[in-house]
């Protein structure tokens, strides 16, 4: 491991509430290629100083400036987004991954769930149609979609989607 990690790491058993250690470990791991623990570390820095948030949205855009189509970073900014309640700024994220790359099962499935949230079922099932129609067959987004499809009462659709999952799957117990 990366000596400034390990640096921070023990700076942060003697002062655990720094932000500014935990917002410097965090672009350490962002560095690195650990995205996850990014994002965790950055969601801790900010909430003992909110005022870190811009500084943290500029640490990702630089470096999303070098390679804008990391899906991995993307990811951890939509993490830290969602771990700091902010809805709007994840699905936007969420939706530039699936424009980048349209066959992110993972994406589809944590979207979805926001719209599901909010509410939005209409968008709930264009966005899972449109993973159906990049040949995605995902169990749980198909459950999602069915579920979708009966809130809207559309029981045709549904009993339609489950006869196709169950045609790719007829051993799934789940389906039955």
Do not use: W
């Amino acid at each position: 491991m990366n000596k400034q990690i390990e640096y921070l790491k023990d700076n942060l058993r003697e002062h655990p509430n720094d932000p500014q250690l935990l917002q410097h470990l965090g672009e350490q791991y962002l560095m690195f290629g650990n995205y996850r623990q990014a994002a965790e570390q950055f969601h801790l820095a900010s909430l003992f100083n909110p005022r870190l948030l811009t500084s943290i949205e500029i640490k990702y855009e630089k470096v999303l400036e070098a390679d804008g189509e990391n899906i991995g970073v993307r990811m951890s900014l939509a993490d830290f987004y969602l771990s700091r309640g902010l809805l709007d700024e994840a699905i936007l994220e969420f939706e530039e991954m699936l424009d980048i790359d349209p066959k992110q099962i993972e994406v589809y499935n944590l979207l979805g769930k926001i719209y599901l949230k909010r509410g939005r079922i209409t968008q709930v099932i264009a966005l899972l149609e449109r993973a159906f129609a990049c040949g995605i067959r995902d169990l749980a987004l198909a459950e999602m979609l069915g579920g979708a499809y009966l809130g809207m009462h559309r029981v045709r659709d549904a009993i339609a989607l489950y006869e196709e999952m169950f045609k790719a799957s007829p051993k799934s117990k789940k389906l039955l």
